[in-house]
Nanobody, 123 residues
Framework: QVQVAESGGGLVQAGGSLRLSCAAS????????MAWFRQAPGKERQFVAA????????LYTDAVRGRFTISRDNAKYTIDLQMSNLKPEDTAVYYC????????????????WGQGTQVTVSS
């Protein structure tokens, strides 16, 4: 069992930056993939970025590549998502998720989820 909890959302103007953090606890995390998803009102949950806990390899969706950076702190058991040059279309509830095994864009394959944190980008 893995528990994850997000923090760091808020309201920011277009072009601004926010940093989200996901605190993970529970079983050994070395075999887990950690990911961020987001869901805007009326839309399906969308993959944003993922990182392998052990090797630290990363994957991004095209919409955020070059603007968002996912990272991990092995000592603190946290996964951060640094978001820069934010756009109004980035507005969504952002979720941290975990799964055993490798990356996948498919949110239904992630077993563990946080409650989400709201990110709102004003134009």
């Amino acid at each position: 069992q893995v528990q994850v909890a997000e923090s760091g959302g808020g309201l920011v103007q277009a072009g601004g930056s926010l940093r989200l953090s996901c605190a993970a606890s529970g079983r050994t995390l070395s075999t887990y993939t950690m990911a961020w998803f987001r869901q805007a009102p009326g839309k399906e949950r969308q993959f944003v970025a993922a990182i392998g806990w052990n090797e630290g390899n990363t994957l991004y969706t095209d919409a955020v590549r070059g603007r968002f950076t996912i990272s991990r702190d092995n000592a603190k058991y946290t996964i951060d998502l640094q978001m820069s040059n934010l756009k109004p279309e980035d507005t969504a509830v952002y979720y941290c998720a975990a799964r055993t095994g490798y990356f996948t864009f498919n949110y239904s394959l992630y077993a563990y989820w946080g409650q989400g944190t709201q990110v709102t980008v004003s134009s």
